[in-house]
């Protein structure tokens, strides 16, 4: 498990794994799927409708999905009609936000502000810092057409909490070069699926020690906690295959 003031560690299948206290004793884990997309704001995810979430979290053995549509941020309202009946988890808002340099899953926003598409990366660094939110670098090997100036290793702002490490769109050799770059920054590396289909919600997900209550906990963890990257059997091949 990653910790702020330890080295990150790689994301692992953990299917079959539980964290251990020092006195050796089993230790709670609260899975998270740190970016998922639905077709109520993301029309690329025409099929992922948001009223199957609270079952197929159930199935898949979630405790926590953020919904990350590109470059909008669900109204607070929306967001609480589909935690209404759940219990002992939560579906969390937060925005996948198309910068000039990259995409960036950013989560404990209230507002948007000037986050439009093609604002430069510091910019949503300022905002985020502003209003206490964790910034995370979501799939770096991906380029884009309004990426006029895709990050490298050697001029990437300060203040990047993590590295999305493995997702439906980084694995393998992919997520090897994302976990190079969570080491150049000494950030966290986290797991979320970037589903676009309800198939693929769990297939990459974050391990927290603790459950977050709301946006602004699970922003704080993700700046200030321990969590780990994990998968749930992903590979390129069974994506593709």
């Not at 560690?9 to 799927?33: C, E």
């Not at 967001?79 to 995409?103: K, T």
């Not at 000494?186 to 297939?203: E, T, W």
Request: aromatic letters at 4%.
């Amino acid at each position: 498990m990653h910790c702020r003031e330890g080295a990150p560690t790689p994301s692992v299948d953990i299917r079959k794994r539980s964290f251990m206290n020092m006195n050796g004793t089993s230790s709670a884990q609260w899975h998270v799927d740190l970016h998922v997309h639905t077709r109520r704001y993301s029309p690329c995810a025409e099929l992922l409708d948001p009223a199957q979430l609270p079952r197929v979290m159930a199935e898949r053995g979630l405790q926590g999905v953020v919904i990350t549509e590109h470059d909008v941020l669900w109204p607070a309202e929306e967001i609480a009609a589909l935690n209404r009946d759940l219990n002992g988890s939560r579906i969390f808002r937060g925005v996948e936000i198309s910068s000039c340099n990259g995409h960036f899953v950013v989560i404990g926003l209230e507002a948007l502000e000037d986050l439009q598409p093609g604002v430069p990366a510091k910019r949503i660094l300022q905002v985020a810092r502003a209003q206490g939110a964790a910034v995370i670098w979501a799939h770096p090997q991906l380029e884009y057409r309004q990426m006029v100036e895709p990050l490298k290793s050697c001029d990437i702002p300060n203040g990047i909490d993590a590295v999305e490490v493995v997702s439906t769109a980084t694995c393998g050799e992919q997520s090897e070069a994302a976990r190079a770059y969570a080491r150049d920054l000494a950030c966290g590396m986290v797991g979320g699926s970037d589903a676009h289909i309800l198939d693929h919600v769990g297939k990459a997900y974050t391990v927290f020690d603790r459950m977050p209550k709301n946006e602004n906990e699970l922003a704080a963890a993700l700046i200030d906690g321990c969590y780990q990257a994990a998968h749930n059997g992903l590979s390129c091949s069974s994506l593709t295959g």
